[in-house]
């Protein structure tokens, strides 16, 4: 049997990264247009609650209402 992950490089969020999240689509009153962005932000890393569960604020020191996993977040790089 062999180990197909070997070569993948695990990312690690760390509080204080800017960070890109996924595009939702509740609270919204229109839906994203075909050619719109998926990807929201930057945020900033504000507190790790547990393994791959992060809360956000915006840049100007607001946090967001709710929590967001690691699979819905991109590291952004500028």
């Known amino acids: 049997m062999t ?5 993948i490089r695990w990312r690690s ?3 204080g990264d800017l960070i890109l999240k996924l595009r939702t689509t509740t ?9 719109d962005s ?9 507190n790790a609650l547990g393994p791959n569960t992060y809360k956000l ?5 607001t946090l967001l209402s ?10 952004f790089y500028s």
């Open 38 to 46: 998926n990807w929201e932000g930057p945020f900033i890393i504000r």
């Open 27 to 35: 609270g919204r009153d229109m839906p994203p247009r075909k050619l």
């Open 57 to 61: 604020a915006r840049q100007d020191g």
């Open 13 to 15: 969020l760390e509080v």
């Open 66 to 75: 709710r929590t967001w996993n690691d699979n819905d977040l991109r590291k």
């Open 3 to 7: 180990n197909n992950n070997k070569h």
